[in-house]
Each structure stands twice: as C-alpha cells, then as structure tokens.
C-alpha cells in the first residue's frame, strides 16, 4: 500500500491533514488506561504505510504474533482495532453488541459510487433495524425459507445441467447460480443464461464497484472532505474514477424495482420480497419507504451472489486437489442417500462428511477475510486498555479460522479435523459462527445462504467427478491453492474436469428438472 499511496493525492493530504491540525497522540485517550498494544504509527499517517497492497489479513496475523489477539492501530487519524482471535471477536462484538453494532461511514461507496441506503453501510439505529426486519422476514424464518426452498431446489439442478453440458464454462455457471438464488426471491425474475440482460446489469455495477474502490480512492473513507476534491486537484482521478460508476450502480438498483412495480400494475408479478414490501405498504409508500426497499434489494444482491460464488469456487478447487475427500464425500452419500435419487435438505443430519467437508471449506478461505468492519459509539475499556470512541473494528476471520491453536495444521485441507468431535467441540471450531459475522450486524441471509451452499455442493458430489485438467499437451494441471486479494477472497482462475457420474445420473437430474416445469413455488420442498 505504500507504493500505491505514493501519490500526488497522498503528498496534497498530509499537508492538508497538518494545516487543520488533525494530528492525535496515539498513546493517550480520554480515559486513564493506555491503548491496547499495535506497531508504532507515524505522524498524520497512522499505520497506513505499513500495510501492503494485498492480503492485509495476513499482515494482521503477523502483527498478531508480537502484539496478541487484540492490535491497535491508526489509519491516519482513525483509531482502528484488529480483532484475531474468535474469543476476542465474541467478547466485544456480541457480549457488548450494544457499543460495538455501528459502521464507520463509507464515503466512497455511499457518498461517491452511490451505494444507498445499503444495508450494511447503515449506521445503527431504526432505519438499519428496519431493513434488518425485513430481510429476517424473508430469509430467516422457518415458513419464510421454506417457501424458498423450492427455488433452492429448481436453481440447483439448473447448475448442474450447466456444469455438465459446459464444464469449462464452470465460474460463470456458479456465479448464475447464486444470482439465480438472490433475483428469483427477492424480484421474482430467474436468470437462465450468462447472457441475461439484468444479470450482465448486476454484474456490470459490481464489477464497477470493485474497480472504483482502489487503495488511492479510499483514501475518502478515512478524510472525507477528499471527496469534494474538484478534477484538476494534484492526484484526484481515482476519485473521478469512482465518480464515473455512480449512474452504473443507480440503474442497478433503480431498475429491478421499477420492473416489479410495473408487474404489479399489470397484475403479472412474481411473488419476491420487493413485491412483498411493496403490497404491504401500498396504502401509505413515501419515497423514503421506497428507497429502503431498493436499499434491502441491491444490498442482498451484493453481499449474497459474491460469498456465495466464493464458497462454491474454493470447493470445487479443493476436489481437484483433494480428490481422496472427495471419493469420501460420494461414498458415503451413495451409502445413505443412495444413486436411484438426489440429496435433498432432509438428508443433511445425516450426512456427517459432506457437513465436515463444507465447514473447512468455509475455514479454508472464508469468503470475507477481514468481514465488515464495526464502529465503537463510545470508548470501552477491555482488559485493562482503553478502546476510544470512533475506533473502526476489524474481525480478522482469515485469522480465526488459521489459529493453529484451535485448527491444527491450519494451511491444510482436512474435513477430518471436524469428524470425531463431541457436540460441544464441534459447535465451538465450527467456523459458520465467525464467517457470517457476529452480534446484531450477523448475517440476516446466513441461512438461506447456507442452504444454497449445502445443496449444490451435495448435488455436485452425488451427481459429477471433479479431477484435474489438462493442457493442450495432455498433461495434467495442478493447480496452485491461491486465492485473491479484496474484499471477497476468490480462488484465482483454475482448469479443471468435470464429468458425469453416469448417464443415469444425467437423467436424473434432467427428469427432476423436468418435472418442476408445472410446479408453482411453494407446493414443495426440497
């Protein structure tokens, strides 16, 4: 990072950040006990110039080792708190959820891309309750999911015709899936093909995102006032970049809404949450209602189709490099579940492995390395050090799942680590309680989501074979277990084959697909 802050915008703002005199002590607060323990901060800049451009989880984890489980540090002149341990995690943002449940503000994204009001960009208080309500509604209660269960079902075995009719189209087919999931609930619109136009809408604003939120143009998050910064300003065009996406990320979350508004008028709509949200306040909608609603919509589409996509990619990457867990997780599907039908949700209890394999998947590589940061609203004392108010809080999820104290051998692949624990082990290294986050910012989808993961990646094992590719010579590929740096943590691009178990289990899956054309969401389950 210090490379990429190297910049004509980085010199501007230390010399803005000395004249309006922001300068902090880092080793006094306002209260009597000294900060917890971190590296040393320079003036004005914090921190900042010790973090590299990629993978800062594991930069934290290193910190880790010198200072503990808990670091103090400065981004500039913001207070920052680096959480690397689970027990430290729970202590502070679930037993005292009540100081710890805010957002630092994304200027960037709110302010500049446009990404409002999002869910979880909200700072805390009743319009962060109220669409935490909403999406609990839909995706959290029994009756909610199990209504949902049947898109789950048609949406799986979709996959994997696809995977099995172009496997080399692989990532592109699990990234339908998981939007596939997110736009048939919440809009009530499915997605078939990679080329459907709302699809290429969505991915078009996030891609865009991704691309707008460079190391140089954060720089807002952290001194705000950059973002009035005009264009001829020494080292603004980051800025300008991010500026130029905002129409993108408008129309991403504008449009689906007014579709559904439009099938409402024409009594053509889909049951979706939106139409929901919409039927229950149609006697009284105020703008403000409608935005929170595009707000909950584009906030499920964001946060569910990458994770989810994530997920999906690291297991199949795992099989290829482990096909020994693999031929594990057939046999003993074909032992309970047996190659006459498809696992369904029903099967899950009884499938151990399968359930041992997904968790150290989510271990492996959690989805979110660093999660969402928290905001503290006012200073706290933790063990004997004292925690300001305004400290920007970062769960460091890489890290808890790579404690070699709590997984041992962490950089391997080993679903065996989870078999023979008792209930009560097994419950506290099951690493689904920190990769959906913690306390009252948690997951409202992490159901829903979880389901969506079981389920393909069970229909995948009992229905294909996962093995290496190979080049144009012949020869196969092993393919190396890295990952990519951001916000979400994707396996870098791989080769791999998949191929039919057997043309009876094609005809399975084409049958039960089949046989759901007449079916009306709802009369199933799965």
């Not at 990072?1 to 922001?22: I, Y």
């Not at 003036?43 to 010198?66: D, R, S, V």
């Not at 997110?182 to 009530?188: D, E, I, K, L, Q």
């Not at 300003?233 to 500026?243: E, L, M, V």
């Amino acid at each position: 990072m210090a490379t990429a802050l190297n910049t004509p915008l980085l010199l501007a703002l230390t010399g803005l950040l000395a004249v309006c005199g922001l300068l902090r002590s880092r080793s006094t607060s306002k209260g009597t006990s000294p900060l917890p323990p971190g590296p040393r901060a320079i003036p004005l800049l914090g921190n900042i110039l010790q973090l590299p451009l990629e993978h800062q989880h594991k930069t934290f984890a290193k910190w880790g080792q010198k200072f503990g489980d808990f670091i103090f540090a400065k981004f500039f002149t913001t207070p920052v708190l680096i959480l690397n341990s689970l027990a430290v995690a729970q202590d502070l943002l679930e037993n005292r959820s009540s100081l710890y449940s805010d957002r630092p503000y994304f200027a960037l994204l709110i302010d500049i891309v446009g990404w409002y009001p999002a869910t979880p960009f909200l700072t805390y208080g009743d319009q962060w309750r109220r669409h935490r309500r909403w999406i609990h509604m839909w995706y959290s209660e029994k009756a909610s999911l199990l209504k949902l269960r049947p898109i789950l079902r048609k949406e799986t075995l979709t996959l994997l015709l696809q995977l099995i009719e172009t496997p080399q189209d692989l990532s592109q087919h699990i990234r339908r899936y998981a939007a596939a999931l997110v736009t048939s609930s919440v809009f009530g619109r499915t997605i078939t093909s990679w080329d459907d136009e709302y699809f290429q809408m969505t991915e078009r604003a996030i891609h865009a995102t991704t691309e707008a939120g460079s190391p140089a143009a954060t720089l807002v998050d952290f001194v705000p006032f950059l973002k009035y910064l005009p264009s001829w300003f020494p080292g603004s065009a980051p800025i300008d970049k991010a500026r130029s996406v905002r129409g993108i990320v408008r129309n991403m979350i504008d449009s689906p809404y007014e579709n559904v508004k439009s099938a409402m008028c024409q009594g053509s709509v889909k049951p979706s949450l939106v139409a929901s949200l919409l039927d229950a306040n149609a006697h009284h909608i105020s703008r403000e209602d409608e935005e929170d609603i595009k707000g909950v919509a584009a906030s499920i589409y964001s946060a569910g189709v990458d994770t989810t996509a994530v997920v999906l990619n690291t297991f199949i990457l795992a099989m290829v490099l482990h096909p020994q867990v693999y031929k594990k997780a057939q046999e003993e599907i074909d032992r309970i579940v047996g190659r006459s039908c498809l696992p369904s949700l029903e099967h899950r209890h009884l499938l151990r492995y399968l359930d041992c394999m997904i968790q150290e998947v989510y271990r492996w590589n959690p989805p979110v390395p660093l999660g969402v940061p928290h905001r503290l609203t006012q200073e706290d004392s933790y063990r004997g050090y004292s925690v300001p108010t305004g400290t920007m809080i970062i769960p460091n999820i890489w890290r808890m799942g790579h404690q070699e104290e709590v997984y041992s051998d962490p950089k391997a692949f080993d679903p065996s680590r989870f078999e023979s624990l008792d209930a009560q082990s097994g419950a506290s290294k099951d690493p689904r309680q920190f990769v959906f986050g913690f306390g009252r910012r948690i997951c409202p989808g992490r159901h829903f989501a979880d389901e969506a993961v079981w389920l393909a990646i069970a229909h995948i094992v009992a229905t294909v074979d996962i093995a290496k590719g190979r080049d144009a010579s012949g020869k196969l590929i092993t393919p190396a277990a890295r990952f990519c740096s951001g916000f979400t943590s994707p396996p870098l691009d791989f080769i791999c084959s998949i191929t039919p178990r057997s043309t009876a289990a094609v005809k399975l899956v084409a049958d039960e697909l089949g046989s759901m054309d007449n079916e009306e969401p709802g009369n199933s389950d799965s």
